[in-house]
């Protein structure tokens, strides 16, 4: 592939794409397009991992913008060995930028994914590993800290951004609570979530700013989600 371009924007054959591919998921019909998701999906995504990586990094210390296919970029390739659904590709664009050193889906951070109908943005945990559950239901339990997760996440949701993660139906062993914070308990993740479908922004540079701007409204779950590294 070329060398990675200044972000102008995705492109409609971008959204293309991921259209024709959900109506020919097979092997054949993406070998024959091949390069159209090398030149329309995967040339933009590293160009965007690169100019949004400095934006996120301002907002969020230590996050990880790595412009390659396995790194931020999810890979288009299922595996489909354990899964009922055989369709061998992904008919999105997924990107993950992570806070921190270790595995990605072990840290909190910003999702970005695409497909034929636009957009959808997320920030936090793909599921909380064991020692960070453990903080979080700690966190939950201690009156202060699990009011002022209850204060960010009113904050959030004012704002027009869902919070979801809760799991389990039942009240982990050995805890009792009542109330918001009994829901809380029952996660096993936790995340924000924001369908933006088709913004203007999609086909030009200020997609960055358009993100960054997004993200920020989950800011109040972000600054709490800190206090679980401090754990």
């Given at each position: 592939?070329?060398?990675?371009?200044?972000?102008t924007g995705?492109?409609?054959?971008?959204?293309?794409?991921?259209?024709?591919?959900?109506?020919?998921?097979?092997?054949?019909?993406?070998?024959?397009?091949?390069?159209?998701?090398?030149?329309?999906?995967?040339?933009p995504a590293?160009?965007?991992?690169?100019?949004?990586?400095?934006?996120?990094g301002?907002?969020?210390?230590?996050?990880?913008?790595?412009?390659?296919?396995?790194?931020?970029?999810?890979?288009?390739?299922?595996?489909?060995?354990?899964?009922?659904?055989?369709?061998?590709?992904?008919?999105h664009?997924?990107?993950?930028?992570?806070?921190?050193?270790?595995?990605?889906l072990?840290?909190?951070?910003?999702?970005?994914?695409?497909?034929?109908?636009g957009?959808?943005?997320?920030?936090?945990?793909y599921?909380?590993?064991?020692?960070?559950?453990?903080?979080?239901?700690?966190?939950?339990?201690?009156?202060?800290r699990?009011?002022?997760?209850?204060?960010?996440?009113?904050?959030?949701?004012?704002?027009?951004?869902?919070?979801?993660?809760?799991?389990?139906?039942?009240?982990?062993?050995?805890?009792?609570?009542?109330?918001?914070?009994?829901?809380?308990?029952?996660?096993?993740?936790?995340?924000?979530?924001?369908?933006?479908?088709?913004?203007?922004?999609?086909?030009?540079?200020?997609?960055?700013?358009?993100?960054?701007?997004?993200?920020?409204?989950s800011?109040?779950?972000?600054?709490?989600?800190?206090?679980?590294?401090?754990?």
């Open positions: 592939m070329d060398p990675i371009e200044t972000f995705f492109t409609p054959n971008t959204l293309r794409f991921f259209g024709q591919l959900k109506r020919n998921n097979n092997r054949a019909w993406f070998t024959l397009h091949k390069h159209e998701y090398l030149t329309h999906v995967m040339r590293m160009a965007f991992v690169v100019d949004i990586g400095p934006v996120l301002r907002m969020c210390p230590g996050i990880v913008a790595d412009p390659t296919s396995g790194g931020s970029i999810f890979r288009i390739y299922k595996d489909t060995r354990f899964s009922r659904d055989k369709d061998p590709y992904k008919t664009l997924g990107i993950f930028f992570w806070q921190g050193p270790g595995k990605k072990d840290r909190p951070g910003f999702y970005f994914e695409l497909d034929n109908a957009i959808r943005l997320c920030y936090g945990w599921l909380f590993p064991p020692p960070i559950l453990k903080a979080y239901r700690q966190a939950v339990a201690d009156d202060r699990g009011r002022d997760l209850l204060n960010g996440i009113r904050r959030v949701r004012g704002s027009g951004v869902t919070v979801g993660g809760q799991h389990y139906k039942r009240l982990p062993r050995g805890w009792s609570l009542t109330g918001p914070r009994a829901d809380l308990m029952r996660h096993n993740t936790l995340y924000t979530e924001l369908d933006c479908r088709r913004p203007s922004e999609l086909f030009s540079s200020s997609l960055i700013t358009y993100c960054a701007r997004q993200w920020k409204r800011m109040p779950l972000h600054r709490w989600v800190q206090q679980l590294f401090a754990q």
